[in-house]
């Protein structure tokens, strides 16, 4: 009896036993990576497994970085299914981030989605190593040898400019909602620059390319539903529309990227003289064949750099222009001043070009001043290859780190009064442009925007060119003026406003 009871009791103990053990190793597996370190604090209570994901889904990217900055300071982190994600905000911290601690953290990861799509090591928006090299280096070089001599980035962003504002005058100051002209007229001007062609603003064929490029952009799966992609893609009635995303994406490759390549290569068979990106990339690859260099050019990237640079290179630039003139709709007193400002130095009787930008320091004040306000590129993420510290705390390998960069431009402690939108902050007494290091709309650091000063001229030119003709008046005659408030998603824009655009010469 005795030695049935010993036997039962050690076979409970064993079994007590294996089962501790074998919850203690399923729990130790739970445990998320970053334990062992001293990681910024959470803003929140994370969920069991879930941690802070179902905190941020629930809603806007940026509404709840500003919430849970103000919980938990400058740096913070976040537990997305087990994936640290750190966010960084403030110009020093952010600083530090890109430009110190760049050989710890120094690239764009491809994200799920990318792996999606067949694109985790093409093009330049989130590649890395040598590929990402060679990738932005050509982009430099074409862009750089575009802005040279005849300008032909100029040239291009000028004619498409013409069209624009012929447009705007045919609705003879009847309100309207300029979001798709402007973004018509830049993707006209991208596709003049990448593919030697620009499109009629109504020509259905163009409308249908630009609505794929819009819907792949704007429906990018945000940072949370990212981790989950995998799942969420063979889920019943694309529930989360990925499929849809995808479709978007292989539309504008099938009907855009694939028949303007071939037909810049025919071309350039053919021997004939052209400009665009595409041709200047094609002649890159046949050097580097010639040369018999192991490249990293070569069709694939080719196609997808043109994908990123249609999101990257076309929405960022008409959303500040839609931003910039929705701000001046406020600021009635500001239009009259940039009015001013060219009448005297450019007059009414010809072009403003890009050799007065020295000469109108208040309008490019102005358009300092609606990259601030707006932050169209709002938040970007880099992948921590090696641990770091940073205040104190261990950001850990395998982290994504998010730069903050609408708080940069929102900060009360460089600004003083952020929220109020004032060109003047940005000249000295005199009247001259005065430098701010604090303003980063296009980054810092080695991944910094290379179509910065593709961009600049394409605002400089465009907004000169509505500020000369146009006043720009509200919708109603009572004065109500559209809401400021921004829609993030991958570029921060303003919510949809009508606006009534008066010829100077009528009024
Ligand atoms: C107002 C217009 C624009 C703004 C505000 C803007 C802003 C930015 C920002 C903040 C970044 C990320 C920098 C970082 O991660 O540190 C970026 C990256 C990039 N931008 Fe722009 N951008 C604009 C226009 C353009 C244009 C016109 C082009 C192309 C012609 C372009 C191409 C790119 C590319 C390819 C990258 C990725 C660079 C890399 O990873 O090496 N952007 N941009």
């Not at 390549?261 to 002649?283: D, P, Q």
């Not at 290179?313 to 009015?339: F, M, N, R």
């Not at 000249?427 to 179509?451: S, T, W, Y």
């Amino acid at each position: 009896m005795i030695g049935f009871v010993d036997a039962t009791a050690v076979t409970w103990a064993l079994l007590a036993a294996a089962i501790g053990t074998l919850g203690y190793w399923a729990w130790s597996k739970l445990q998320p990576k970053y334990r062992k370190y001293n990681i910024p604090p959470f803003p929140i209570k994370r969920t069991f497994l879930l941690g802070h994901l179902p905190a941020w889904v629930k809603s806007d990217d940026l509404d709840n970085i500003k919430k849970f900055r103000e919980k938990a300071g400058d740096i913070f982190s976040l537990d997305l299914a087990g994936n640290l994600v750190v966010v960084v905000s403030g110009y020093d911290a952010v600083k530090e981030v890109v430009v110190n601690r760049w050989v710890e953290a120094p690239d764009r990861s491809a994200l799920p989605a990318d792996y999606a799509i067949g694109e985790s090591d093409l093009g330049i928006l989130n590649v890395k190593g040598e590929s990402w090299k060679k990738e932005r280096g050509t982009m430099l070089a074409i862009l750089r040898s575009f802005g040279r001599g005849e300008n032909v980035l100029e040239e291009k962003i000028k004619e498409e400019c013409d069209i624009s504002m012929e447009e705007i005058a045919k609705f003879k100051g009847q309100p309207v909602d300029a979001r798709h002209l402007f973004n018509a007229a830049i993707s006209s001007v991208f596709c003049s620059v990448m593919v030697g062609k620009r499109f009629d603003h109504n020509d259905p064929h163009f409308g249908k390319i630009i609505e794929h490029f819009k819907y792949s952009l704007h429906n990018t799966p945000g940072f949370a539903l990212n981790f989950i992609i995998d799942i969420a893609k063979h889920l019943p009635f694309d529930l989360f529309g990925f499929r849809a995303w995808m479709d978007s994406i292989f539309y504008t490759r099938t009907h855009f990227s694939v028949p303007y390549i071939n037909e810049a290569k025919s071309r350039f068979a053919k021997g004939e003289a052209s400009t665009s990106y595409v041709v200047s990339y094609l002649e890159k690859m046949r050097q580097e064949v010639a040369k018999k260099s192991r490249s990293a050019l070569n069709e694939e990237n080719l196609h997808a750099t043109i994908r990123t640079l249609f999101g990257a290179g076309t929405d960022t630039v008409s959303t500040a222009i839609y931003w910039c003139v929705l701000l001046c709709l406020h600021h009635p007193e500001i239009q009259d001043k940039v009015c001013k400002e060219i009448s005297e130095r450019v007059g009414q009787n010809r072009p403003v070009t890009i050799h007065d930008r020295p000469s109108l320091p208040y309008l490019e004040a102005v358009i300092r001043e609606t990259q601030r306000y707006a932050s169209v590129v709002s938040i970007v993420g880099r992948e921590v290859k090696n641990n770091f510290k940073l205040n104190n705390y261990t950001i850990p390998a395998d982290s994504l780190v998010l730069l903050n960069f609408h708080s940069v431009h929102h900060d009360a402690k460089t600004w003083g009064d952020p929220e109020k939108f004032r060109p003047e902050r940005f000249l000295d007494a005199k009247g001259n442009l005065i430098h701010q290091e604090e303003l980063v709309p296009f980054g810092l650091g080695r991944r910094m925007c290379p179509g910065e000063n593709f961009a600049k001229m394409e605002l400089f030119i465009f907004m000169s060119s509505l500020f000369q003709r146009f006043r720009f008046e509200p919708e109603n005659s009572s004065g109500e003026l559209p809401s400021l408030r921004g829609c993030f998603s991958i570029v921060l824009s303003p919510e949809s406003y009508k606006v009534r655009f008066i010829e100077r010469s009528f009024l």
